[in-house]
């Protein structure tokens, strides 16, 4: 059995192909998938689909491209969809200066909306935090360029005992260090796949084994040509939808890196997906 930690089900460029993702996801073996909500528009989406597909482990968040968009209602918001949803968990959240410091002005996936700054991140981000403290929930977290920063907030604040998601963990083995001692766990996406990320590809092999997860963070994040078992109509512009089954590509990916029998990564994945997502 097959868990994705991480993706986005519940996403427009999805919506035609979910009866065949939801068919497929079982032919693969596919026993959870973890559905990230990021925003207060997406959160009754992924209230649906749990109610209507079992497979569902439903995740409410603030994501930190949203975070500047929240309204004055969403910490009232979020405590109510999880009130009215036993089982699931918080994010997708977490913390991002890419969108600050790298991202074109006209990049089409931030369009309309207002890029938080990083100390508004933050403060969304610990009250998140710190209500998956309180109530003990497993946490998906977002970083991009602010992994020193995002160190210094989970040793200050609050965090869920049973820990937290470092999703499609880009940093250091050093870091991976602190944030192990901390509750992590690192799922690896399937877009580690490509030969550019054998850098990645190497932070894994070096993970404790009770810690690591697979992920495809779908739509995004294909894997490459020639490791996309369940390939999905692209977009008019070209753009590739990653498949939540491809999760099978990222055990391979994760096994190999590990130098590990595909079985064996399976059956440790599975112990560490129920230690943190119950």
């Known amino acids: 059995m097959l868990f994705d930690a991480h993706n986005h089900l519940q996403d427009a460029w999805l919506a035609p192909h979910r009866a065949r993702i ?43 491209w949203d975070a500047g968009n929240a309204t004055t209602t ?3 918001d979020l405590r109510r969809a999880l009130d009215a949803t036993p089982g699931a968990a918080i994010g997708e959240i977490g913390l991002d200066r890419w969108i600050l410091d790298r991202a074109r002005p006209d990049d ?15 403060e969304i981000f610990v009250w998140q935090l710190e209500l998956a403290a309180q109530r003990n929930l497993p946490a998906s977290i977002h970083c991009l360029d602010a992994w020193g920063e995002l160190l210094r907030v989970l040793r200050q604040a609050p965090r869920p005992a049973r820990g937290f998601l470092l999703h499609a963990y880009g940093g250091s083995a050093e870091l991976a260090r602190d944030f192990a001692a901390l509750g992590a766990y690192f799922s690896f996406n399937t877009a580690f796949i490509d030969e550019r990320h054998a850098a990645r590809r190497a932070v894994f092999a070096s993970l404790p084994a009770d ?29 590739v939808l990653n498949h939540p089954a491809n999760v099978v590509a990222a055990y391979a990916g994760l096994a190999a890196a590990r130098q590990l029998p595909v079985d064996v990564l399976t059956v440790q994945a599975k112990e560490n997906f129920h230690r943190l997502f119950g």
């Open 211 to 239: 810690r690591v997860l697979a992920e495809t963070d779908a739509p995004a994040m294909p894997p490459p040509p020639g490791h996309q078992p369940y390939p999905l109509p692209g977009l008019a512009d070209g753009t």
């Open 74 to 76: 969403w910490r009232d």
């Open 108 to 122: 089409p996936r931030l369009a309309g909306l207002r890029r938080a700054p990083l100390a508004e991140q933050v």
């Open 22 to 64: 939801v068919t497929d996801l079982q032919r693969a073996h596919v026993g959870r998938v973890v559905v990230n909500g990021t925003c207060q528009a997406d959160w009754a989406d992924v209230t649906a689909l749990a109610r209507e597909h079992p497979v569902v482990l439903p995740s409410f968040g603030v994501h930190p």
